[in-house]
């Protein structure tokens, strides 16, 4: 194409803002988005899910949203979910996205919501009735506290509080309602008095399920939190020989090519993508390292390894490659048609991709994640029918042809967060500047050279 003729479409675009769909995906276009506009536009779909779709009378996060059932538990709130929905205002509030004040409103409401809901040894359950704030039980036996669920929670608490620190007087009370909440919690509570954490408790079941948390999964968090508590901390013990098997969570093995660092609980191969975003949304992997591991070596490298399992796609899905990639628990397509959820990973690969898996990877790839990105907004064949009301819908399976018009709080969430920390680290400076953060990592051997610790 002459430089005259280009001229000549960028001028006609300008002026009758033609659309050119009828272009292929693959060759840019003088209208294409830029990268910047790009990553605007898709925080700004992401919000729209604890913003727009909000519980209506505590403000906090939605377990999910179906698009074709509005009514689908429309009251059933979920505690981790609405700890990365505060991230995410806050990173609304800080691009411009929402009304400060407005934005200020809400918060108030959400944690005072959460200082009158039921809590068992300071911790939250899993689900709560957003009418009411009493325990919606996760299952027959688990209708107590969750401690995993109540550290991400707490990792939003805390970045809500230094953003509002030292702003005006009402901003300032909310970073102290926001310090107390979080200050509730019992940590040392859900060791049993022994050298692990564990998952649940229940006054009906008390440790009924057992469930302790050992390493490597999502739950980093849970022990930084409860070794950061200046009031219900644990001691270093439960890090060490539960969660750190007393060494053994370390591994020699690579991954196409790429070393694993750590053995992935449950699994032969790494572990669905989420675990390198639920701990990272405050917890900044960079520089980070302990007596096991450097942090951003193993979450990079998990990042890489899942790019790589979906370009090399030994399971031969139709539609993987380099522009469509990521897995982790999603909604879900089985080969006889039905529908469910399940932790996609090499290992459990469904041809199932989950849209947050690569775009939370941008700190990790964001070269690799951009390429997603375009795909998810600007391929022809499936932006109409993968973008809805709140950004990418949760999953969508080229291979048949599949697109579930659902949403789910803990999938929307990590998207904005992990999007803002590869553009400026403000929710990963806000988390890693309380002095008690610094504290429990030092309590627990890690250090930080981002952070001067």
Known sequence: MNTLLRSLIVLQFLLVSCSCSNQS????????????QLLD???????????DYAETNSKLARERYHVNDINTDAN???????????????????????????????????????????????????WINGTNGYVVPFGADDDGGDIVETSFLCQGLICVREYFKNGTAEEQALALKADNLWKGVEWNWYTKGENVMYWHWSPNFAWIKNFKLEGYNECLIT????????????????????????????????????????????????????WAHYSYLGL?????????????????????????????????????????????ASYSRNSDGSTG????????????????AALSDFPYTPTESMKALRFFYENSE???????????????????????????????????????????????????????????LQNLGFSSTQHGF
């Open 76 to 126: 059933l709130v979920t505690t981790g979910g609405s700890g990365f929905g505060l991230m995410t205002i806050l990173v609304g509030i800080e691009r411009g996205f929402v009304p400060r004040a407005e934005a200020l409103t809400r918060l108030n409401t959400a944690l005072s919501f959460l200082e009158n809901a039921d809590r068992f040894h300071g911790a939250w359950s899993h």
């Open 284 to 328: 900044d992997p960079r520089g980070l390292s302990d007596q096991y591991a450097n942090y951003w070596t193993l979450t990079q490298n998990h990042a890489k390894i899942m790019n790589a399992y979906c370009l090399a796609n030994p399971l031969a899905w139709n539609g993987y490659n380099e522009n469509c990639w990521g897995l982790t």
């Open 223 to 274: 022990y930084v939190m409860g070794a950061s508590s200046p009031t219900h901390a644990i001691p270093v013990a439960p890090y060490t020989e539960g969660w750190s098997r007393n060494g053994n969570i370390v591994s020699a093995a690579t991954n196409y090519g790429f070393p694993k660092i750590f053995n992935y609980n449950g699994t032969s191969g790494v572990g669905p993508m989420f």
């Open 382 to 440: 499936w932006k109409d029918r993968l973008i809805g009301v709140a950004g990418p819908y949760d999953a969508f399976s080229p291979h048949y042809d599949w697109v579930t018009p659902r949403y789910l709080a803990i999938d929307q969430g990590t998207i904005v967060p992990m999007i803002e920390n590869y553009r400026t680290g403000l929710l990963w400076n806000l988390f890693m500047q309380a002095p008690e953060v610094q504290t429990g």
């Open 41 to 51: 536009l898709v925080q700004k779909d992401a919000l729209k899910y604890f913003w």
């Open 341 to 356: 959820y399940t932790d996609h990973r090499p290992g459990n690969d469904r041809g199932v991709i989950s849209p947050t």
């Open 25 to 36: 995906n693959d060759v840019p276009s003088e209208e294409q988005l830029t990268d910047e």
